[in-house]
């Protein structure tokens, strides 16, 4: 009976320590990360961090665990497979880019880790590129399995066009809007002319 208690305040105060790393990320960015502003902003003890987590790695490492770093296929691909085989592959993987985008700019946290990444590797950066990679050879076979032997290299051309909207994306990730917009219709008008001329 009398753990319960402190098993209780321990969750509670795991999760104000996940919350602060969060909010530290989207708030300030990378560069505000470390163990002395986590425990500020979490409102305890840095020792607690040690205890808790085993340090700043351990504690990168429950983020990611608890985080949703990425989007699932389901989430990029919507259609039924009817849908699906009504669409010149092209045309689709236009598509998928656009949704990739989209679901990017509804993860700012994952932005701010993406961006970390271009500058540092650490055990939250890194189970974001293990999550990203498996999610996209996902995409990959899914796509695959509703276009019978393709002609051209599926992932190749999503690994291309797809790191060119991350980078885009991280970028101007703090920019306005309408520069977002406007970078993105450059990137988009060539991803079609070379998938016409290309594809």
Same mark, same amino acid.
């Given at each position: 009976m009398t753990n319960k208690p402190l098993k209780k305040s321990r969750r509670k105060t795991e999760q104000n320590i996940l919350r602060a790393l969060g909010h530290l990320l989207l708030e300030q960015g990378f560069p505000a990360v470390g163990i002395n502003a986590i425990a500020r902003q979490a409102g305890c003890d840095k020792v607690l961090i040690y205890r808790y987590f085993n340090g700043l790695d351990g504690l990168l490492t429950a983020f990611a665990e608890t985080t949703e770093l990425w989007w699932e296929v389901d989430e990029i691909i919507t259609e039924t497979a009817e849908?699906?085989? /009504?669409?010149? %592959?092209?045309?689709? +993987?236009?598509?998928?880019?656009?949704?990739?985008?989209? =679901? !990017?700019?509804?993860?700012?946290?994952?932005?701010?880790?993406?961006?970390?990444?271009?500058?540092? /590797?650490?055990? %939250?950066?890194?189970? +974001?590129?293990?999550?990203?990679?498996?999610?996209?050879? =996902? !995409?990959?076979?899914?796509?695959?399995?509703?276009?019978?032997?393709?002609?051209?290299?599926?992932?190749?051309?999503?690994?291309?066009?797809?790191a060119a909207i991350n980078y885009l994306i991280i970028r101007t990730r703090n920019s306005a809007p309408r520069h977002m917009t406007e970078e993105w219709w450059r990137l988009q008008h060539t991803i079609a002319q070379m998938m016409e001329t290309h594809v």
């Open positions: 849908q699906i085989s /009504q669409q010149p %592959l092209q045309q689709y +993987l236009q598509v998928l880019l656009k949704r990739h985008l989209e =679901a !990017l700019q509804a993860r700012p946290l994952t932005l701010e880790i993406m961006a970390w990444e271009m500058s540092a /590797q650490n055990n %939250l950066t890194v189970a +974001l590129a293990r999550t990203r990679a498996e999610r996209g050879m =996902a !995409l990959v076979k899914t796509i695959r399995a509703h276009y019978q032997n393709p002609n051209i290299d599926i992932g190749g051309i999503l690994g291309v066009f797809g």
